[in-house]
């Protein structure tokens, strides 16, 4: 086949070339570079590592060096697609005139210190829940709660 290429959004920090928590794949072309980035992590998981962005990082520096050359990782711009909510500039998010067609919270970071209610109230809202919907708590629920020892 021809080349391999997988879609990223810019990073929110400059610690990671891509985003990894949210990407595009192209069914006809994206086999080669998902069994390099899943080899990646299972042979990092045997160290006790394995985060994705860790490996994806790793497939990155061998597409820049030139070890690798059948594996293209795109990095797209944000613009208005995507939005990465942080502890700062959660509350900012509803107020927007437009919502972003993604709204990726960390699982790994932000989303622990973001209040749950705060989280919750912000799902309620892009979701345009009536009242029944918020109360069956089917809908918009929070699932990463932090830890003590991540305050």
């Not at 069914?27 to 899943?38: A, F, I, K, V």
């Not at 790793?58 to 797209?76: A, D, F």
């Not at 699932?143 to 305050?151: G, L, N």
Request: net charge positive; hydrophobic share 30%.
């Amino acid at each position: 086949g021809g080349l391999s290429k997988l879609y990223f959004f810019t990073p929110l920090s400059k610690e990671w070339p891509l985003q990894g928590g949210t990407f595009i794949v192209e069914r006809r072309s994206s086999r080669h570079c998902l069994e390099l980035w899943r080899n990646e992590i299972d042979e990092m998981t045997k160290s006790g590592r394995g985060r994705d962005q860790d490996g994806l990082r790793t497939i990155y520096q061998r597409i820049e060096s030139g070890k690798e050359s059948k594996c293209q990782l795109v990095r797209m711009k944000n613009e208005k697609f995507i939005v990465f909510p942080t502890l700062r500039t959660f509350d900012e998010v509803p107020r927007q005139s437009s919502n972003p067609n993604l709204v990726h919270i960390s699982n790994s970071v932000f989303a622990k210190w973001i209040d749950e209610e705060a989280q919750n109230k912000y799902m309620h809202d892009l979701l345009q829940l009536s009242e029944a919907e918020k109360q069956s708590s089917k809908y918009g629920k929070v699932i990463v709660h932090a830890k003590k020892s991540d305050m």
